[in-house]
């Protein structure tokens, strides 16, 4: 027998994620989640999401888990304005988005 993953080693919350699709968003949401940027004294990279667009792939989160996550209701959140030293992330995050929804500027 194969040492795979099976459904009963992984989180509740993955199994039920993985048994019900993502709802179709015709709309963005109401609330915006903003997390809190260290301070590296000054903003050099802005980072919006069109919701509309977001398909909730996620690839952003792994691409740039310093700037995008997960919340515990299941919402993207990220981080708005970001330094130099996190601006290849936050291009990588646009790159890697299949649907597009992600714009860095300087």
Not at 7 to 33: G, N, Q, T, V
Not at 83 to 95: I, N, S, V, Y
């Amino acid at each position: 027998m194969s040492e795979g993953i099976t459904h009963e080693r992984l989180p509740f919350d993955l199994i039920e994620m993985a048994a019900s699709p993502l709802p179709h968003r015709a709309s963005p949401p109401r609330f915006r989640f903003r997390m809190q940027a260290p301070d590296t004294g000054g903003v050099d990279m802005r980072i919006t999401v069109d919701r509309s667009m977001c398909d909730m792939h996620l690839q952003c989160v792994f691409a740039a888990p310093a700037i995008f996550e997960v919340s515990d209701d299941g919402e993207l959140r990220w981080l708005e304005e970001v330094g130099d030293e996190l601006a290849p992330q936050a291009k990588a995050a646009a790159a890697v988005c299949p649907a597009a929804a992600i714009e860095t500027e300087r």
